[in-house]
């Protein structure tokens, strides 16, 4: 079977949600559960996490990008900014303490805020693609 771009699309947007994803080898389903590793009250997904790994004998858990990978996409987008003040300031925040929380802040009080969303979905793509490749999944 092959995967889809829209089924990429998908676990790529549940991964941006915070969630992990656990893909079906053979059926392709797929079942995103929040990260508990994010979370301190996780016992509510257990039995759901249970559920899976009885049902599934083969499954791929998709994880969110670590951090060096999030923070070289903020680094990308903030090199593709036009707007050369912006860029700067972008640059500046990723230079100093807490900058995720800051380029989000700044980000999304910006106009640039939705070629922000898209331009970190595309690398989530990517990188749900690439994940995919390195599995030997077949893709659409």
């Known amino acids: 079977m092959k995967i889809t771009s829209e089924k990429i699309k998908e676990i790529a947007q549940d991964l941006e949600a915070g969630m992990k994803v656990y893909l079906n080898r053979e ?14 009250d996780n016992e509510i997904w257990d039995e759901e996490v249970e559920d ?28 593709s900014v036009d707007d050369e003040v912006f860029r700067e300031g972008l640059i500046k925040i990723l230079n100093r303490k ?9 980000v999304e009080s910006s106009p640039y805020r939705q070629n922000w969303f898209d331009f970190r979905l595309k690398k989530y793509e990517d990188y749900v693609r690439d994940q995919l490749e390195i599995e030997n999944f077949s893709i659409d």
């Open 52 to 79: 899976i790994l009885k049902e599934w004998s083969s499954y791929l858990v998709i994880s969110k990008m670590e951090s060096q990978v999030a923070f070289r996409v903020m680094e990308e987008f903030a090199d």
């Open 98 to 106: 807490s900058p995720f929380a800051n380029f989000k802040a700044e």
């Open 27 to 40: 059926t392709l389903e797929i079942k995103p559960i929040l990260d508990w590793e994010d979370i301190s």
